[in-house]
């Protein structure tokens, strides 16, 4: 037997997230959201997806398209900073960058599948379809080793309290008014919860009391007293050689990120 297989997609998502960052690592669905499914046009495939309506969930069998590599321990966003074996983690990073979502199916128009909250980025390969079955698929008092403790930890509430300075509300309000970027409920979540260094989390400590977190293609500066996280303000994550260079590949955020260094040079390093 041959030690390569060859498959190829049967469609795209269309979800509008251009960055992982806004992409949760599990669909919420507790937020209002509406994603696309996109199957490539023709007739056999229009034919495969008869009999999917009814269904009030499926699962997608995708590609993690733009993850290049793998090591067999990893470091997860979710607990205290422990590596774990890759097997017994959902990372993104694996010797066949497989991924698996169940999904809410709102409905089918044509070759697009309407689905709820999707954890998956623009463009993602979709390669099958397979229906939920709650009976067959559902295991709610399954033991889940080391994530049950961490669920554990996350019902208390919150340890931290995180605040904005005048300054980082009047970025991150330019940022969504201006140029519809808004991430700071993803932000407010991760740093409440644990605003320590983190590489996954993409926490790291500056100079002096000093911390960010990468956003996407920003980085918010905070200090943490105590048990409050303040958010002093924010900055672009690209230099600006990268930012001029047209010869680059595509980098999110390009012209906001020119303008904010316009605006406010003295928050770029």
């Known amino acids: 037997m041959s030690d390569e297989l060859s498959i190829k997609p049967i469609g ?18 507790s937020q209002a959201e509406t994603n696309v499914l996109e199957i490539i046009e023709g007739d056999i495939y229009q034919k495969a997806l008869q009999d999917l309506e009814g269904f009030e969930r499926i ?37 066949n960058p497989l991924g698996i979502t169940p999904v809410q199916l709102l409905g089918i128009k044509k070759n697009k599948l309407i ?12 390669f099958d379809i397979k229906p939920y079955i709650p009976s067959y698929d559902s295991f709610p008092d399954s033991k889940a080793g080391w994530i049950d403790e961490v669920d554990a930890s996350l019902v208390e509430p919150p340890e931290f309290k995180v605040q904005f ?14 140029w519809q970027i808004d991430f ?8 409440s919860r644990d605003p320590s260094p983190h590489r996954t989390r993409r926490i790291r400590s500056r100079h002096g009391e000093l911390f960010d977190i990468g956003c996407g293609a920003w980085y918010a500066v905070f200090k943490v007293e105590d048990k409050i996280v303040t958010v002093l303000h924010l900055k672009p994550s690209f230099p600006l050689k990268f930012l001029n260079d047209s010869t680059r590949p595509e980098i999110p955020d390009r012209d906001a990120q020119i303008s904010f260094r316009l605006q406010w040079p003295e928050y770029v390093d």
């Not at 793998?70 to 890759?86: K, N, T, Y």
Request: charge should be positive; aromatic fraction near 10%; include cysteine.
């Open 165 to 178: 300075s005048p300054q980082a509300i009047i970025h991150t309000d330019w940022l969504r008014n201006e």
């Open 59 to 95: 699962w997608l069998i995708w590609w993690f398209h733009r993850n290049k590599d793998w090591r067999p321990q990893v470091l997860p966003p979710r607990g205290p900073a422990q590596r774990r074996g890759l097997f017994a983690t959902r990372s993104p990073h694996r010797p």
């Open 115 to 126: 689905l709820g909250p999707c954890d998956l980025v623009e463009g993602t390969p979709v």
């Open 184 to 191: 700071r409920d993803r932000m407010l979540e991760i740093l």
């Open 12 to 29: 795209y998502i269309r979800s509008g997230k251009a960055l992982k960052f806004n992409a949760r690592h599990q669909p919420d669905e």
